[in-house]
């Protein structure tokens, strides 16, 4: 049964950092788009950044771009964000994802999610 378990989310002021891990219990993890997205209260779950299966080319939303890093160690099976100059915008509950073969931004094309971890960011 695939598994994708997320953690490193927590408190943190605005400003600060924070490092998001998702370890991922995936055959053949190397052949998968590993995608993060987020999802804040009242609003829809949106793209964050992804890092393709192809040899780690890496997409970001607007939003983030110049703040975070998506990354992947393909031998730990494990994704990571790396988040910096945090904004109290940057509050959701923070879910990875997993797709074979694709490359996109679209939640739609990602067939595996984890649970999630909360990142709050304070003002």
């Known amino acids: 049964q695939v598994q994708l378990v997320e953690s490193g989310g927590e408190l943190v002021q605005s400003g600060g950092s924070l490092r998001l891990s998702c370890a991922a219990s995936?055959?053949?993890?190397?052949?998968?788009?590993m995608g993060w997205f987020r999802q804040a209260p009242g609003k829809e779950r949106e793209f964050v950044a992804a890092?393709?299966?192809?040899?780690?080319?890496?997409y970001y939303a607007d939003s983030v771009l110049g703040r975070f890093t998506i990354s992947r160690d393909n031998a730990k099976n494990t994704v990571y964000l790396q988040m910096n100059s945090l904004k109290p915008e940057d509050t959701a509950v923070y879910y990875c994802?997993?797709?074979?073969?694709?490359?996109?931004?679209?939640?739609?094309?990602?067939?595996?999610w984890g649970q999630g971890t909360q990142v709050t960011v304070s003002s």
């Open positions: 994802a997993a797709g074979q073969y694709i490359t996109t931004r679209n939640r739609d094309g990602y067939d595996h």
């Open positions: 890092i393709s299966w192809r040899g780690g080319t890496t």
């Open positions: 995936l055959q053949s993890f190397s052949t998968y788009t």
